[in-house]
Structure formats: C-alpha cells, structure tokens
Antibody, heavy 114, light 112 residues
Framework: EVQLVQSGGGLVQPGGSLRLSCAAF????????MGWVRQTPGKGPEWVAN????????YYVDSVKGRFTISRDNAERSLSLQMSRLRVEDTATYYC???????WGQGTLVTVSS | DVVMTQSPLSLSVTLGQPASISCRSS???????????LNWFQQRPGQSPRRLIY???DRDSGVPDRFSGSGSGTDFTLKISRVEAEDVGIYYC?????????FGPGTTVDIK
C-alpha cells in the first residue's frame, strides 16, 4: 500500500524557519518525481515545489523562490521542505505528493503568526 | 502561469442524477510528448485530495466508473453519470503540462 507520512509543521513567527518531512512507503520512491502542495481554507491547492527523481533538478513557484528548499534522500525514502523567512501568507496546510498528484500525504498545518 | 477556470463553482444535484463540471485552461495543455496532463481531483471535508482522472480521461485504480473525463486542448469536462451521497465534496482540475502546476478554483458538489 502506498503511503506518504508527513511530520513537522506547527506555529512559527514571521521571519522564522520550519522543516517539513515526508516518509514514503509502498512504491519505487527513487524513480518518482515528488512535490509539495499547500492549501488555505476555501481556496484551491497551490503546488509550490517539485524535485526530480534523483534530486538534481528542483522547481519552485515564484512566491517561495529563494526562501523554500525541497530536497530528498532516496536511501531513506524521504522528502523534505526547508522553509525560511516565513511570512504570514505562507500559513496553510502543506501536503507532500507524487508528481501529478497520484498520491498525497495526510497534510500538516503551518501557521505563521506573531 | 496557466490559469485554470471551472464552472459552475457550485452544483446541487439530486441523488441518481448526472453532474458535469467544466474546466478551461488559458493555454493549450498538450505537451511536447503528445500527452495532455490534465487531472481531476476530489476533496472531501478534512481529507487530502484524491486523484480521480489523469491525462484527461484515464481513471485511477478504485475510482468508480460513474466518473469520466473528456476534452482536449483547453477545454475539459468531468462527468458523474449518477451522483451518489459519497460524491459530495470539492472537485478540482489541475494541469501539470506547464510549470508551475496550477489548479482550478474548485467546484463544490452537494446533494439537493
């Protein structure tokens, strides 16, 4: 059974940092592009970052470029999102997902507030 | 960025009746490999999105055959042949032909 199990998240002050993690089970992680998606209540999801299968290429939406870093460890079957210089508008539920959205994690809430 | 629009934004359907959701993209979603990367998702309250349809019309494993997708280029449709109570939720179209991947605003389906 495919599972993406997320950890991390929580409350952080504006300008602070936070790291999200995602552990993958039940599929060939090392062959799969992965991404992070966020969603605020009442809005459609926003895909914020992608990483290719070997971690050599990363892609970011403009609003997080230079502040967020997506990375992966294929040996550990894990995906990460390092978020820095966080803004109030980064508040959202964050999901890890396979490219194309075939599988999703359970989501984790990130709240940026003073 | 590719802008995805959906209509209607809300839909109230009688059980057993059909439903249809339209999705349009601001530019063609045909990729250089010939595929069109247009997917449909269902999101129930408090849950992660679930993919129903990929590449316009391919149904994901375990998705009931009352769900079908069609379309081409910039115009796409999700149809539910006979709505059941478990189909209540928000439906999103999403394109990943172009980066960044973008979603429509969502269509809320409820039971009349």
């Amino acid at each position: 059974e495919v599972q993406l199990v997320q950890s991390g998240g929580g409350l952080v002050q504006p300008g602070g940092s936070l790291r999200l993690s995602c552990a993958a089970f039940g599929f060939t992680f090392g062959n799969s592009w992965m991404g992070w998606v966020r969603q605020t209540p009442g809005k459609g999801p926003e895909w914020v970052a992608n990483i290719d299968a070997d971690g050599g290429q990363t892609y970011y939406v403009d609003s997080v470029k230079g502040r967020f870093t997506i990375s992966r460890d294929n040996a550990e079957r894990s995906l990460s999102l390092q978020m820095s210089r966080l803004r109030v508008e980064d508040t959202a539920t964050y999901y890890c997902a396979t490219k194309g959205g075939s599988f999703w994690g359970q989501g984790t809430l990130v709240t940026v507030s003073s | 960025d590719v802008v995805m629009t959906q209509s209607p934004l809300s839909l109230s359907v009688t059980l057993g009746q059909p439903a249809s959701i339209s999705c349009r993209s601001s530019q063609s979603l045909i990729y250089s490999d010939g595929n069109t990367y247009l997917n449909w998702f269902q999101q129930r309250p408090g849950q992660s999105p679930r993919r129903l349809i990929y590449k316009i019309s391919d149904r994901d494993s375990g998705v009931p055959d009352r769900f079908s997708g069609s379309g081409s280029g910039t115009d796409f449709t999700l149809k539910i042949s006979r709505v059941e109570a478990e189909d209540v939720g928000i439906y999103y179209c999403m394109q990943h032909t172009h980066w960044p991947t973008t979603f429509g605003p969502g269509t809320t389906v409820d039971i009349k």
